[in-house]
């Protein structure tokens, strides 16, 4: 499936803001076997008095950019234009959950998506007690003894899709896992965070996952331009079989071909959008418009 996407993202500061610098995580590339990269722009206004592309330890594409001048704006605009494949049937060629531990001990490498990057807290999720014992509760009451580590991701990450409501009022981009898991009210981020938190603690290496999912209107209304969001979801490892997969606890699903990744890494800080400091008073305000489009629906470029 070939998709047109297109981010916008603007930022207006109550005062001129003096010697802003940003990392930048908003280029989509190839990822072996899951999307191939056709063309992309991404358009920085005011232009950065400084620009430098590059990668991150993990593979994600990053702009580092800087402004020595008072900005009083800020807007950053994505084009892209991205095949995603469709994923070939899962099958279940992990191993009993019980067995993961022996299999990742094997494991010699550290390269940046060896999973024992992924087994202990990271700066943004860390290991709580009732995360894990919830996880335990879960595979007690809803999977047969025995249960695959493949099958243990789904019903963990159904549970919590069950039992957590989304509600884009009920959090922001610093609450903690625990405290979302505590009301059972969050948006995509806390769900990925406590599902990364409740595999981790029962011993699956899990990751966190940013990028975009197309959306469908209602039945018999209009598409709305900058309807779609920006969405995150969950890698875990299964083994070294079947390896990574990747499974959507705000939706239900495994991700398909509907899903764009955007990057990867151990939860949101390792792949935040637009992440930097800046000297200023007073606050800020942004928006965000993101559109998905499936190419036989595209405007003309």
């Not at 007690?140 to 243990?152: D, I, N, Q, R, S």
């Not at 990867?264 to 792949?271: K, P, S």
Request: charged fraction near 25%.
């Amino acid at each position: 499936m070939l998709y047109d996407l297109r981010l916008t993202i603007e930022y207006r500061y109550d005062a001129s803001s003096d010697r802003t610098r940003n990392i930048l995580r908003l280029l989509p590339g190839d990822v072996a076997g899951v999307q191939r990269l056709v063309q992309r722009r991404l358009t920085i206004e005011p232009q950065p008095q400084e620009r430098r592309d590059g990668r991150d330890f993990f593979g994600n594409e990053t702009c580092m950019v800087a402004w020595h001048r008072p900005i009083d704006a800020l807007m950053l605009h994505l084009s892209a234009r991205i095949e995603r494949f469709e994923p070939a049937p899962l099958l279940d060629l992990s191993p009993p959950l019980e067995e993961l531990h022996q299999e990742l001990i094997q494991m010699a490498s550290i390269a940046p998506g060896s999973p024992h990057h992924f087994v202990a807290a990271s700066p943004r999720v860390r290991l709580s007690p009732k995360i894990t014992d919830y996880g335990w509760d879960c595979l007690e009451t809803t999977a047969e003894p025995g249960v695959t580590v493949l099958k243990a991701v789904e019903t963990l990450g159904r549970a919590l899709h069950r039992d957590m409501s989304f509600d884009p009022e009920a959090t922001d981009v610093d609450t903690s896992p625990e405290e979302a898991f505590e009301n059972r009210h969050g948006v995509c981020q806390d769900f990925a965070h406590v599902m990364i938190a409740a595999l981790r603690g029962i011993g699956i290496p899990a990751g966190y996952v940013s990028g975009f999912l197309r959306t469908f209107p209602p039945p018999g209304q209009p598409r709305l331009e900058g309807a779609d969001a920006m969405h995150a979801w969950v890698r875990a490892w299964a083994g070294k079989q079947l390896g990574w997969v990747e499974f959507d606890p705000t939706n239900n699903q495994f991700a398909g071909s509907d899903y764009i990744t955007l990057g990867h890494g151990r939860d949101y800080g390792d792949v935040a959008p637009v992440r930097g400091a800046l000297r200023s008073s007073g606050g800020q305000d942004s928006e965000q418009a993101v559109d998905v489009l499936p190419l036989e629906i595209s405007a003309p470029r």
